[in-house]
């Protein structure tokens, strides 16, 4: 069926115009003023709207087995919260469990999503162990569609790799043509220090901030691009979270190194200071890294307005309050790490950024959408509105106050890390390759309607 969405303002990284957007089946056909009505079957009207390309969150964590449970949100509950949120398109962690080869976890996280993903989703695969699999592995993966891969800098004896290994998946992504993530803390020295903080009797939340010193993630960051660069391959800089690890960033892409980096909705918009919430509640915002004291939320601000920080992500990974991060009651080293946001990043970053004035609409739709789809191999086909490209569409409503709430949020988790925060701009209709799939607060769309996104290695964005 052709559908028409008449009347509104189209959005897009590069310009903001008055015109319709014609959808043939699942892709658009033409975008241009003055599309006759009965050209379509199905006409929305999008008067005094913004109709964007549909967000894109390369950062998410569905269903994950993470510091003894999993994450709250599965493939139905997570992806249905983004889609309510303007999301369209995600790339989850499939991770490689230690002693197995990487395609297993391909397959494994196939399954949790199969039935359930409401939109389109893509993989990253979090590279844990070399022993194993050869690197070939990783050549399989990025022929079926996997084009980047994560690495943790941190967490030693659970997901943290070596240097070694470090360098051997960057080489390797010199030639197959990936990209890899870095989670950049330098976690030998982190655990040091907790252990130290915990011998001193410190197992409040707030010790997981105070044990992750920003100079831990710079160190982690210049160590990263530096390997990066021995290997001639570009790197990912995931969740970028304070103002030392940024420094590091510019200074090697002003030395025109093919560094790119990301930071969250958190980290732009809340401080240390939410750890000390009383009763156990900083707990609710115990992730890695940690949230920074308040002088460093500018410059990330900055970060984004320079180019410095090329991506806005969530990092969304969500565990209750009430069963999940109690479990580190006694012990903060035992809160489950991670926070829920898959749901409300176009709301904060249109809220925070563009009616306050620090981004563009422009920038913010490259930010949410057109670069991950860019440095993640999905551009054109997604991130874009143009003939060609696949119809996933929000159409934005500027004007709709929403105010951020457990009590009315979809992600199926009992708290909000924004809870009360009053925004101004919501998605009113939003559609997943020419499909409604939430409408007026409606969700529209089917579990399992979601496909699979091959990725192509070698997005462009360093060339
Ligand atoms: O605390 C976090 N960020 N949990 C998710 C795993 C990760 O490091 O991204
Ligand atoms: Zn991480
Ligand atoms: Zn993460």
New binding site residues.
Partial sequence: MNTLIRNGKVVTATQTLAADVLIEGEVIKEVRAGIPANSAAKVIDAAGMYVLPGGIDCHT?LDMP?GGTTSADDFLTGTRAAAFGGTTTIVDFAIQPRGTRMRDALDTWWKKAEGKACIDYGLHIIVTDLGACGLEDMDELVDEGVASFKL?MAYPNVLMVDDATIFKTLSQTAKNGALICM?AENGSVIDVIVARALAEGKTAPVYHALTRPPRAEAEAVHRAIALAEIAGAPVYI??LSSEDALNEVREARDRGVPAFAETCPQYLLLSIEELERPNFEGAKYV??PPLRPKHHLPKLWEGLQQDHLQVVST?H?PFCFADQKILGKNDFTKIP??GPGIENRLQLMFHYGVNKGQLSLNRFVELTSTTPARIFGMYPRKGEIAAGSDADLVIWDPNALYTISAATHHMRVDYSMFEGYEVTGNARTVLSRGEVIVDAGQFLGKPGRGNYLKRTARGGAWK
């Fill in positions: 964590h993470f943790f989670h995931v969740h992730f890695t990092d990974c790490n991670g």
